[in-house]
């Protein structure tokens, strides 16, 4: 390889070689091949293994920082005249050549075939889906929407097509919250079985081709395990589980977004506290049941109507996510109510979407401290964040 051809291709491995320190979460390999008319092609293979890289040539194996891959590439390639070299992280591959004395670059983002035919799911749902089978099937299996011959289960539909809507609500925001910024750091508060993290992150980085972090938080010991071990057999190293209260958790990073899938009663609220405690910058949440307000609220003039039973438990939803989204307008979020998912999958089909526009809003506040006065109701949510 000629002196003025090792210097263009060694600038333009440099700048692969810090994408490979920055991006080590999603690396998933780099591979090199040295061709010459004179010899046989040499090829390198780069992994990683146990957080380590791992530099493969023939029967050689090395563990190495990405600082020392330069030296060890062209120390290799110094006797052969051309090479190429293809870089793969989750959602992006590099592939670079040199031809004629030049160095080519080429970017693509990582097409999955969809190697099955669309199956009716999307045609009885009558939308287009975001998270898309034959893309992202290896996800779909490893959280349990698809099966092993690549079909929607039938008793998966209800919750594909739940994580899916998520996602589309929460699409314009979370560009908005990656605008700029190199990563963008998520919480998932009572996450369960952690189906909107794994998605999202799919999402976020795969589709958008955004860095992202995830965090997901829940007092039960044994779905934290069961997500640590779906996210270790999807190579997802941008996700951490622990097992912890919402209010005992203290971050170690900015939190940019907060979201909850059908916290049960007051859990919802935990998620919305942490949320504005950590003064992330949006909180999307589903509520799930709704028990608080319904023991504790009286208002006289609707006494003939809320004497049914019935009646009074669905004003109490409605009056319960209504005061959520008040004390988030009063602690300067933009809300937005809507309706998430047909009621047909779930009647629990409301999401919260509150966006961080500036400081505390004295005029909400006073419209909540009314209510509060008028239906004698004391929310935990305004105790956990202390209005």
Known sequence: MNAALEKKLENVLGTIIVKLEENLDFFKSLDIEFTSKLQKPSKLEIRLANDKLVYKLGKTKLEMEPQKLSKLIFEQGKAFDECSIQYVERGTSITIWTEKGNVKIKYNETQIQDNIPHDDVSARSNREYLVKVGEADELLREIGILSAQNKIKNDMIRKYNQIDRFVELTEGIIKQLAEGKESITVLDCACGKSYLSFVLNYYIKEKLNKNCYFIGLDISEQVIASSKQMASNLGYKNMEFLAVNIQNYMPAKKIDLVISLHGCDIATDMAIAAGIR????????????????LSQYQYQPLKEITKHGILKARLA????DGIRGIILESMGYEVSIVEYISPLDTPKNLMIR???QGPKNRKAYEAYLELKESLGIEPTLARLINI
């Open 317 to 320: 939803d409605v009056l319960t």
């Open 354 to 356: 509150a966006i961080k």
């Open 278 to 293: 950590y003064n992330a910058e949006a909180v999307v949440v589903i509520p799930c049941c709704q028990r608080e307000i």
